[in-house]
């Protein structure tokens, strides 16, 4: 038996010899043939099949292979075929170097002779993780941080510990059933992502000697900023505001921080011009095949200003320069939410299933699937409830035409659907109360107004409760107002007006904000203010409040119930056809007078025909003479729709200037 042992063990060890000398002559012509082609390259595709083709055991070729193919993905299979060449380079590479990288550090002569295959190991290890991360296979990418990890790099050129961190991180909502190596609850996922920040400075520490002989005195910083930056988004997510605020200082003293989650973490504080500053810094600092996240908050920041133009520009922006590469499917949503605060609900509706219609890559970013689909279906409902207000909009007497009850009750049926749809994907959410509920989280990608669109049709008294607690234990000074006008806004629906009413009378008289950046906060407690009046208050109060709301954000009047007073005047051509425009105008839900006041906007309407076509310039002033619409024009032939369009447009709605009947909303 030992014989046959010995004689095994003997014709082993002969075939390696000869099959490692057998290979020396391909792999030298290799290593030299590489030298003049970089895996980028666009040579590196074929030189890849010919280096596979010299020796098809050695690592090389399989590495010029898995690199230039995800250099060049920018979806899912294409991630998905870069990985099996890299993988295999990534084993092949370790099987033949193993021992060269275990000893690297040992010595300088060590590390001079290996420098290039510990290079080539890095690459391929990152560019490997990158692939896995990006088609969401984190469990692999834990694997090959393990199989990094257990060289025990003295210099950990590739940041093993900070990236298990930030997968743990970004995959906190998960539990060990869906990937092996989580812990079955956010907390204990966070537990972990902070041990491994904290580890790797203890690393950084430890090995700093050695490191400053071999790579020079200083070069612990650079490590420790990467630290850092991971330590302030975990702290930004756990609530620990001044520990975040340090770490992001620290990387701004140093110049490496990232100016897009600083702004975001300001977003998160209520420091909405910080953070739209912040934002803008590195709205063109990211690759061509990442998302990049300023061109979704800063549209989102511009609809709190009520800036939705700027909003709709940028997002159009992002998504020419996109194309369809990750991130197109994320401005997208972006679009359609600043379509829809500007009152295109039509363009809001087409964008918004442009994007349902995606599958978006979720490179670069924690944002992740679970998110994209629920901020679609949320912003569906939102649209679903504004489609239902339109139609009461533009049909004064809605509760008497068939019509129209006929599309509200299809309508209501869609929305109910829709409510379902987010419930079970609430349910499924462990983290619901931190990006949901808690209202500006810096993971969240919804805003304050959809969150109150998707609880308000539930408990009442569940969310005045919780917000009554938001209030006393968050320390976010800027976002209590918000806290309170949720609470002031549940009350009123579970029925307790009067106190409601106290609280918005309140909160008008101390809030103290950005007027510039806070338009919607401001319109919603206008809005508050404007029903409470009409039920608990005086007329006067009620118009008050209910200009104050043109005034501040026009756009959103027409889909609140709440009826305005205008004056409206029209000149230039009047003809059958320009009669049926106004006709048709008038017969929307506004309170048409004869003589304004300080609470009546003043429309002025002048239509002029070119041909078989007219053309309406419209100008509007509120109540208290402050511009709303300048010169808005609007080419029309056809009646039908016209006039409701152009109600639409008295409220500062944009829109294309040749007026087609499916661009009016309907």
């Not at 190991?121 to 393990?146: A, G, H, R």
């Not at 309406?616 to 300048?630: R, T």
């Given at each position: ?241 001044d520990s975040s605020e340090y770490y992001y200082q620290r990387l701004a003293d140093a110049g490496t921080v990232s100016w897009n989650n600083y702004g975001t973490e300001k977003h998160e504080l209520g420091e909405f011009a910080v953070s739209y500053e912040y934002l803008n810094r590195d709205k063109y600092k990211y690759s061509q095949k990442t998302l990049k996240e300023p061109f979704y908050y800063i549209p989102m920041l511009d609809v709190y200003g009520g800036r939705t ?208 950046n806070e338009k919607l906060f401001l319109a919603r407690l206008y809005e508050g203010l404007a029903k409470a009046n009409e039920e608990e208050g005086t007329e006067r109060d009620e118009l008050f409040y209910t200009n104050a709301l043109y005034e ?115």
């Open positions: 038996m030992n014989r046959w042992l010995l004689l095994i063990y003997l014709l082993l060890h002969v075939c390696t010899v000869s099959f490692s000398q057998g290979n020396a002559a391909a792999r030298y012509e290799i290593d030299a043939k590489r030298a003049g082609v970089n895996p980028l390259d666009k040579d590196a595709l074929p030189r890849s099949r010919e280096f596979i083709r010299l020796d098809s055991t050695y690592y090389v070729g399989y590495m010029y292979e898995g690199i230039y193919k995800s250099d060049r993905s920018s979806d899912y299979l294409g991630f998905k075929n870069a990985i099996p060449p890299l993988r295999k380079a990534f084993l092949l590479l370790q099987r033949d170097f193993r021992t060269n990288l275990s000893v690297l550090f040992n010595s300088p002569q060590n590390y001079m002779q290996s420098m290039n295959k510990y290079i080539d190991f890095l690459q391929i290890s990152n560019t490997l993780k990158e692939c896995y991360d990006n088609i969401e296979m984190p469990d692999s990418v834990m694997w090959v941080m393990d199989n990094v990890s257990r060289y025990n790099f003295p210099k950990d050129h590739l940041g093993v510990n900070t990236t298990k961190a930030w997968t743990y991180h970004r995959n906190r909502f998960f539990t060990a059933e869906k990937f092996a190596f989580l812990k079955n609850s956010v907390e204990e996922n966070e537990k972990l992502a902070f041990g491994y920040c904290y580890y790797a400075l203890s690393k950084i520490a430890a090995n700093r000697v050695q490191n400053d002989l071999w790579f020079g005195p200083g070069q612990a910083e650079g490590d420790r900023m990467n630290v850092y930056h991971y330590l302030a988004l975990l702290h930004s997510y756990n609530k620990n505001y133009k700027e909003a709709m520009d940028l997002c159009k922006e992002a998504i020419t320069n996109a194309g369809s590469t990750p991130g197109f499917g994320w401005y997208n949503i972006a679009l359609s939410r600043s379509y829809m605060y500007d009152g295109q609900l039509d363009s809001a509706e087409y964008t918004i299933q442009k994007a349902a219609d995606f599958k978006e890559i979720h490179i670069g970013t924690t944002l992740t699937q679970t998110q994209y689909d629920f901020t679609i279906s949320l912003l569906k409902l939102q649209l679903s409830e504004k489609k239902i207000a339109l139609v009461k909009f533009q049909n004064k007497g809605w509760w008497y035409s068939p019509s129209a009850l006929y599309k509200i009750a299809g309508l209501k049926f869609q929305k109910m659907l829709l409510q379902y749809v987010l419930i079970n994907q609430l349910a499924a959410n462990p983290e619901r109360d931190r990006t949901v509920y808690d209202l500006f989280c810096g993971e969240s990608t919804t805003t304050f107004d959809e969150a109150y669109s998707l609880i308000k049709d539930f408990s009442p008294s569940y969310f005045i409760k919780k917000y009554e607690n938001y209030q006393k234990t968050d320390t976010r000074q800027n976002i209590q107002r918000y806290f309170k006008l949720f609470t002031y806004k549940m009350q009123w629906i579970n029925g307790d007006e009067k106190e409601a009413f106290d609280g918005y009378k309140q909160l008008v008289k101390d809030v103290v904000l950005d007027t510039a501040t954000y026009p756009q959103l009047l027409p889909f609140t119930g709440i009826t305005a007073k205008m004056k409206l005047t029209t000149s230039g051509i009047d003809d059958d056809k320009t009669q049926q425009v106004v006709k048709e105008l008038k017969k929307c839900n506004i309170d048409w007078v004869d003589e304004a006041d300080a609470t009546t906007a003043v429309a002025q309407l002048n239509f002029i025909k070119k041909g078989d076509t007219y053309e309406a310039i419209l100008n509007v002033k509120s109540g208290s003479d402050l511009p709303s619409v300048i010169d808005q024009k609007m080419i029309f032939k056809e009646t039908e729709g016209a006039g409701k369009e152009l109600a639409l447009r008295l409220f500062a709605k944009s829109g294309a200037m040749v007026f087609e009947k499916r661009d009016a909303g309907n």
